[in-house]
C-alpha cells in the first residue's frame, strides 16, 4: 500500500497562490486554520498548480520525482510557467533532510497519478507525452518506481491536460468516486466505468439539474488531508449535490467542507491541482511547526498578533521598523476614519495607510503594500466585533 490522503499531515501551495485567488485561499487557509492542519507555500514555483510538478510521495520516507515537461506548455510562450522541479527537490531536502528520492525517467503530470491503495490510476496521455518508448516499456518503467499495478484510462483528446484526477477520487477500502462524465460524453463514462470495474467498485457522480454546468467535473477534484475532505464550492445548484454524495461515500469519520474554489475552476483545475498533500513523517528531521493563530482567540486584534500572521501569510520578509510604521498608519486610519464611522474598506485602508507612509518618507512597492493590507484586512474582518460593509470585496 503506498501512502494515500488519509495519510497525510500536512499541505503544500504555491506561493502564486494567495495573490493569484485570493478569495479561495482566504477560504482554504481560514479551514485549515481552524482544523488545526499544518500548511505551508512552495517558493520558487512558475505557476499554482503545484500537484503537477511535485514528487509523488510513495511511503512514508519515499518519493518519486519525474521529467515535467508537459506538451501544453511546450510553445516559447508558455514555457516560463514550467516549474523547475530540482528546486521542488531542494525545499523538500531543506525541511526534511534525507529523502529517498526515485528517479522517474519520463515525461508525466502529477495530476495524471491517482492512488489508489495497491493501484495507480493514469490516462494514455503519458503513451503519447513519451513517444521514444514503446507502451510496454513505459508500463514498465511506471510500475517498477511505484511498486504496483497501474491501471490506464482511455484519453479524452478534447482535455489537452490529460490527468486522471479530473475523472475519479479514491474513497478507501477498494472503492472509487467517478465525476459525472456521462453528462458530456456517455462514451467515455462508459470506458471509464468499464475499465474501473475490473479492479474497483465504482461510484458515480450525478447532479440531476435541467440546466447543468460546464464547471461540475470540477467536485471530483477535492482535496483531502487525512480526516478533512475540501470541496469545490462554486456556487451552482451542484453545490450541495455534490457534498451530499461525497460525504455518503466516504467514511463516517470524514469532515467535508466547502471551499470557495471558482478562481481556480475558471483557470482550468480546482483544489487537488493547486494543492501538494503528504505524509510529514518523512524523517528524523522535524517539519516546522506553523503556530496557530486564530481571529477567535483572545486578543487577537493587536499589533503583535496581526504581525505573526503576516509573518505566516506573506511570501517576502516584512521587517519590523517597516512593519512598525505600517502599524501606525493603520492605527491613524482605525481610530480617525474609521473611528469618525466612515466605513471600514479595503480601500480606503490602503490609500491612507500608503499617504502616511509617504508622510514618514518611508517607500515601499505598491504591490507588497495592497498584499500587507489583503491580509490584515483579511484576518480583522473574522475578529467578533469588527463589523464590514455586506458587499465587501479582496482586490
Keep these: 500500500m503506498m501512502t494515500t490522503d488519509f495519510q497525510t499531515t500536512k499541505v503544500y501551495f504555491s506561493s502564486w497562490l494567495p495573490t493569484t485567488c485570493p478569495k479561495l485561499w482566504s477560504s482554504m487557509r481560514g479551514v485549515l486554520q481552524k482544523e488545526g492542519i499544518s500548511y505551508a507555500l512552495l517558493r520558487d514555483t512558475a505557476d499554482i498548480w503545484c500537484r503537477d510538478y511535485m514528487p509523488i510521495q510513495t511511503s512514508s520516507k519515499e518519493m518519486v520525482v519525474y521529467k515535467y515537461s508537459p506538451d501544453y506548455l511546450s510553445s516559447p510562450k508558455m514555457q516560463k510557467y514550467i516549474t523547475d522541479t530540482e528546486l521542488m527537490k531542494q525545499q523538500i531536502k531543506e525541511e526534511f533532510g534525507d529523502v529517498d528520492f526515485k528517479e522517474l525517467d519520463l515525461v508525466i503530470d502529477g495530476g495524471n497519478v491517482v492512488k489508489c491503495g495497491d493501484t495507480i490510476v493514469m490516462t494514455e496521455k503519458v503513451f503519447k507525452e513519451n513517444p521514444d518508448w514503446p507502451e510496454f516499456m513505459i508500463i514498465d518503467k511506471l510500475e517498477n518506481v511505484f511498486g504496483c499495478e497501474v491501471l490506464f484510462l482511455p484519453w479524452d483528446r478534447t482535455e489537452e491536460y490529460g490527468h486522471s484526477?479530473?475523472?475519479?477520487?479514491?474513497?478507501?477500502?477498494?472503492?472509487?468516486?467517478?465525476?459525472?462524465?456521462?453528462?458530456?460524453?456517455?462514451?467515455?463514462?462508459?470506458?471509464?466505468?468499464?475499465?474501473?470495474?475490473?479492479?474497483?467498485?465504482?461510484?458515480?457522480?450525478?447532479?440531476?439539474?435541467?440546466?447543468?454546468?460546464?464547471?461540475?467535473?470540477?467536485?471530483i477534484n477535492y482535496l483531502q488531508v487525512g480526516d478533512l475532505i475540501m470541496v469545490p464550492h462554486l456556487g451552482i445548484p451542484?453545490?450541495?449535490?455534490?457534498?451530499?454524495?461525497?460525504?455518503?461515500?466516504?467514511?463516517?469519520?470524514?469532515?467535508?467542507?466547502?471551499?470557495?474554489?471558482?478562481?481556480?475552476?475558471?483557470?482550468?483545475?480546482?483544489?487537488?491541482?493547486?494543492?501538494?498533500?503528504?505524509?510529514?513523517?518523512?524523517?528524523?528531521?522535524?517539519?516546522?511547526?506553523?503556530?496557530?493563530?486564530?481571529?477567535?482567540?483572545?486578543?487577537?486584534?493587536?499589533?503583535?498578533?496581526?504581525?505573526?500572521v503576516l509573518q505566516q501569510r506573506l511570501d517576502f520578509t516584512l521587517l519590523e521598523d517597516m512593519w512598525e510604521d505600517i502599524n501606525e498608519a493603520f492605527s491613524i486610519y482605525w481610530d480617525v476614519e474609521v473611528g469618525l464611522g466612515n466605513l471600514f474598506d479595503i480601500d480606503s485602508m490602503f490609500i491612507s495607510i500608503k499617504h502616511q507612509l509617504m508622510r514618514r518618507g518611508r517607500l515601499f512597492p505598491d504591490e507588497r503594500l495592497w498584499r500587507v493590507v489583503n491580509e490584515i484586512y483579511d484576518f480583522i474582518s473574522q475578529i467578533p466585533g469588527v463589523v464590514l460593509p455586506a458587499d465587501h470585496t479582496q482586490r
Design 165 to 219: 484526477d479530473g475523472i475519479l477520487h479514491y474513497v478507501g477500502n477498494n472503492r472509487v468516486l467517478l465525476t459525472n462524465y456521462g453528462d458530456f460524453s456517455p462514451s467515455y463514462y462508459r470506458s471509464f466505468r468499464e475499465k474501473l470495474e475490473k479492479k474497483f467498485e465504482v461510484i458515480p457522480l450525478s447532479y440531476p439539474i435541467k440546466n447543468k454546468s460546464e464547471h461540475s467535473w470540477a467536485y
Design 238 to 308: 451542484e453545490d450541495q449535490l455534490a457534498i451530499e454524495q461525497i460525504q455518503r461515500a466516504v467514511p463516517e469519520s470524514m469532515r467535508v467542507v466547502s471551499i470557495l474554489a471558482m478562481e481556480a475552476v475558471c483557470k482550468g483545475g480546482a483544489l487537488n491541482c493547486v494543492s501538494w498533500n503528504i505524509d510529514a513523517n518523512i524523517s528524523k528531521h522535524q517539519a516546522p511547526i506553523i503556530e496557530m493563530i486564530s481571529p477567535l482567540q483572545k486578543g487577537a486584534f493587536c499589533a503583535t498578533v496581526i504581525f505573526k
